[in-house]
């Protein structure tokens, strides 16, 4: 999964700030964790090893895959450094084990006629060989990694035309690539179907609009987009080595698949369509193929414990809904499947090893959910439930269910949060402070600075780095200029980094210790991917502008701008007024200050930056009449949102 957020802007994702700060060797106390771990767990089993490479076909000697200024997006070199197969102390070993895994790449042989691109990317690519052509299952994140994904596969079997894009979900590293698999020419005029869940296009365009700027922010901690590829930064993203750099793309789909159940023959293939809506992504689907007992299940079950609320931002997604899902595939497709693949990792072969793969998958995220319930009946609060679920040894001895990308604890917090909301009833948690200045008072209540440095650096020593970076963070929020606070904090977070066996939260830590011995990056600013908003509606575009109004710049207005779009024959007034904008369908005021005509392509590329606004309009794309002033001035209020922003620093810290 992919956020739409984390790749709406085409960012080379491999760079390393300059001049960063060293990074500090694991701590005995986390060595002798990693030690512990290694007994107690079965890293020594070599069948997903096998897995992994079964099928193997062949794979680029390219070192990278670059865009066509020569740029790289995607590296493969980068992660040489995983070669050798026990874990560094910087390292949670489960971890280590499962990046080693991602980092096999190339075409593999599922069975007769369904091929895997894997390691090219974030997620997978499937190709299911119909009789006269191709069905591409999710075209990856980038135009260039799809082109390069299917320039390997021409290499080894015949060319023959792509006649259908299958998108499983409504997270862009499962359609960004799709430009570069088909010509949407050929898409409009009937020669390719794009099939998709229903929902899916409201979903992929908006799921992350709104809140795009913050999400695509955070999402460089969830994914580590700053850190060094080496043993003490950046080792995996949990559901595939890393996320992308190069051009995202969408093509809406042609056919929706709306049937809880449906099947479809395509090029002389049956495919049964499993929607699975609410689960990993809000639109979402499996697919069955019976002529070749093969059961894809998207990205409902992969070799890791997947997130109920990711670190990035979403929204809350439902854990028992989920395990149902998987219940109900289990029962459909289960026994009647010889291979399990999905969308992200390695397949799992025989109908044994795949039911009990399914049956351990659903009932991982049902323990969270009815155990996170259980005990929030007791009456115990989120944090408190975190501190206390704990999975059941049956399933803590199968490692693809382990913590990789999602982890126990925040999908906890997830399950209490879907039900109750952040509000734990305590009234002292009703209307805190600030955290700036609960920082400012509370470090003074604890004698101030180097009071709490001194038992803070005792702390550290002892091993008890939860308590080190909590406490740390008060100094640090209180007074930014602390650079011991902020080292000590830093190397507090990087042996929790060391220490989490999740590919996101070993990021956000050292992201954190990375922001904190460095200062926030320098980024640049995030825009709305063009073909994106072009796939909005009218009404999602608006919704996305008044989200930028600044409330001071606006104060006093009152606006009115008719729009009349030529490419749909909708008409809008758009309204600003006590500072909120707002619109009405299928009218014109006569009264309004302006009057726009033009196509939602050109909104979209003007919102996007492709082009100014005073050029569209200078070349006829845009045409005014009334006061261009009014124009303006409704445009003046809106927003620019920073290039970056902190995160563990104050907000007033560069």
Excluded: C
Excluded at 13 to 38: M, N
Excluded at 516 to 532: E, K, M
Excluded at 570 to 576: A, K
């Amino acid at each position: 999964m992919l956020p739409a957020a984390a790749t709406l802007a085409t960012a080379l994702l491999f760079a390393v700030p300059a001049g960063a700060a060293v990074s500090q060797p694991a701590s005995e106390s986390t060595a002798k964790l990693h030690a512990a771990l290694r007994e107690r767990l079965p890293l020594a089993d070599r069948q997903a090893f096998e897995d992994a490479r079964r099928g193997f076909v062949g794979t680029t000697d390219a070192p990278a895959i670059t865009d066509a200024r020569g740029r790289v997006v995607w590296s493969f070199a980068q992660f040489g450094f995983l070669q050798q197969e026990q874990a560094p102390d910087s390292v949670h070993p489960v971890l280590w084990r499962h990046a080693r895994l991602n980092t096999i790449h190339g075409l593999f042989k599922v069975t007769d006629r369904v091929f895997q691109v894997r390691g090219f990317d974030l997620s997978n690519v499937t190709i299911v060989e119909g009789d006269s052509g191709l069905i591409v299952v999710d075209p990856l994140t980038t135009t260039e990694t799809a082109k390069a994904a299917l320039d390997l596969y021409f290499r080894h079997r015949p060319h023959k035309p792509v006649i259908a894009v299958v998108y499983t979900h409504s997270h862009a590293d499962h359609f960004g690539g799709v430009r570069a698999i088909v010509d949407e020419a050929d898409v409009k005029a009937g020669k390719v179907a794009v099939i998709a869940p229903a929902g899916f296009l409201a979903e992929a365009v908006s799921e992350n609009i709104l809140a795009g700027n913050a999400m695509y922010r955070r999402s460089q901690y969830q994914f580590g987009s700053n850190l060094p590829r080496n043993a003490q930064g950046f080792v995996d993203a949990g559901l595939g080595k890393g996320l992308t750099g190069g051009s995202i793309t969408l093509i809406g789909p042609t056919d929706v698949v709306s049937k809880p159940l449906e099947t479809r023959r395509i090029d002389g293939i049956d495919i049964v369509f499993q929607n699975t809506p609410g689960t990993e992504a809000p639109a979402e689907m499996n697919l069955y193929f019976p002529q070749f007992r093969v059961f894809d299940v998207a990205e409902n079950a992969t070799h890791t414990l997947h997130n109920l609320l990711p670190l990035r931002g979403a929204q809350v997604r439902d854990a028992n809904g989920w395990a149902k899902y998987l219940n109900d595939a289990l029962e459909q497709f289960g026994g009647r499947s010889d291979v399990l693949i999905s969308q992200h990792m390695w397949p799992v072969w025989g109908r044994e090893k795949l039911a009990g793969f399914l049956a351990r998958q659903r009932d991982t995220y049902k323990f969270i959910h009815d155990q996170t319930l259980r005990l929030t009946n007791k009456g115990y609060t989120a944090d408190e439930i975190a501190e206390q679920v704990r999975m059941p040894a049956s399933l803590e001895q199968d490692l693809s269910t382990h913590g990789l990308y999602g982890a126990v604890r925040h999908n906890v917090k997830a399950v209490y949060q879907r039900y109750l909301g952040w509000y734990d009833a305590n009234p002292a948690n009703l209307d805190p402070l600030t955290k700036a200045d609960s920082a400012v008072r509370t470090v003074a209540y604890m004698g101030g600075a180097d009071a709490v440095l001194q038992r803070a650096g005792a702390d550290f020593e002892k091993g008890e780095y939860r308590w080190v970076a909590q406490v740390l963070n008060l100094v640090v929020q209180a007074d930014p200029g602390n650079r011991a606070a902020r080292e000590l904090a830093a190397r507090a977070f990087e042996q929790l980094g060391y220490q989490a066996e999740a590919s996101t939260w070993r990021n956000a830590y050292l992201s954190g210790a990375q922001e904190l011995r460095d200062g926030t990056p320098v980024g640049r600013a995030f825009t709305q991917n063009a073909d994106f908003l072009k796939a909005l509606s009218v009404e999602n575009i608006f919704d996305y502008l008044g989200v930028r109004v600044d409330p001071e710049a606006a104060e006093g207005k009152h606006l009115r701008i008719n729009w009349a779009f030529t490419d749909s024959d909708e008409r809008y007034v758009l309204n600003l007024e006590n500072s909120a904008l707002t619109y009405v369908k299928d009218k014109q005021d006569p009264d309004a200050g302006a009057t726009l005509t033009l196509s939602k392509d050109v909104l979209a590329a003007v919102i996007s930056r492709t082009v100014s606004l005073r050029d569209a309009i200078a070349r006829g794309d845009i045409r005014l009449s009334g006061n261009g002033g009014q124009l303006e001035e409704m445009l003046g209020v809106l927003e620019t949102y920073p290039a970056t922003f902190p995160i563990v620093l104050p907000r007033e810290v560069k």
